[in-house]
């Protein structure tokens, strides 16, 4: 049930999330540049949505960087990672494939190549490594140490608990953290795109590689590993030092 919970929430989370950049960059959408604060605000909405569907299940890691850093602090068992991340990454290509269904005729009509990978894939504003490199970890940092965070303050003073299911399960703690990632995306999304999750990233990157989108060009493997290493750096740190701090009770 974990598995599923994770591989049916990524695919909610980038259906809803690259849907609305399809949205807003595709060619003849209705939303066609509504402009980055719809990006935004659809990609926190959809991390909302994703939460509630399956927090109550497995947590709603939903991305590799979130289960990595709880098993970094011996709060998430190490055994379950393999599954969690196979999940995530599958269910981020299956959420893209129906991205690609629902806006089908469009991909004809848009021209860029990079435009239709976008859809898919982060890709740098200014393409300097580590540059880039750096923001998506100070993205991720504030990602989990914002969930994190949001969690220690649902629990007593002094028992803090890092049990994501109860947290995510019910109430207002899904939407905190779906506007956590808008805030993170409009503070801080201009440089990369904000991957802050690697099967985010990955899963829909494959999905651009096989699927027969005209004039689609190539999916950029150059850059491939920094929306997928960054994260995971960013977010171990962030569990290490919360808990260093002793935050979280």
């Known amino acids: 049930m974990e598995y599923l919970a994770e591989f049916v929430g990524t695919a909610i989370l980038i259906l809803l ?3 609305v950049v399809a949205g807003v960059t ?3 959408s209705k939303a066609n540049n509504g402009g980055w604060i719809v990006i935004t605000l659809g990609w926190g909405m959809a991390v909302a ?21 709880l098993a970094s ?4 068992e190490l055994a379950l990672v393999p599954g969690y991340i196979a999940a ?3 269910g981020a290509f299956a959420g893209a494939v129906l991205v690609y269904l629902a806006y089908l005729p469009h991909w004809k009509e848009t021209d860029d190549a990079a435009t239709k990978l976008g859809v898919f894939s982060t890709i740098p504003a200014v393409r300097n490594i580590p540059a880039n ?10 990602l989990v140490f914002g969930v994190l965070g949001i969690n220690a303050n649902m629990n007593p003073i002094g028992e803090g608990s890092t049990d994501l299911a109860a947290l995510f399960g019910t109430g207002f703690a899904p939407l905190l953290i779906g506007l956590l990632v808008t805030a993170i995306g409009l503070s801080l999304g201009g440089p990369t795109g904000y991957a802050i999750n690697p099967a985010r990233d990955l899963g829909p990157r494959l999905a651009h ?3 027969p989108i005209p004039g689609k060009g190539g999916s950029d493997w150059s850059y491939a590993w920094v929306p997928v290493v960054a994260p995971i750096v960013g977010g171990v740190l962030a569990a290490q030092v919360f808990g260093l701090i002793g935050f979280g009770g």
Request: aromatic share 10%; hydrophobic share 50%.
């Open 17 to 19: 999330g690259g849907g």
């Open 26 to 28: 595709l060619a003849k």
């Open 49 to 69: 949505m994703a939460v509630y569907v399956t927090g109550q299940y497995s947590g709603a890691h939903l991305n590799p960087a979130i289960t990595l850093a």
């Open 73 to 76: 602090t011996g709060d998430f």
């Open 88 to 90: 995530q990454i599958a």
């Open 133 to 142: 490199f750096l923001t998506e970890v100070i993205g991720t940092f504030l």
């Open 209 to 211: 590689l096989v699927l």
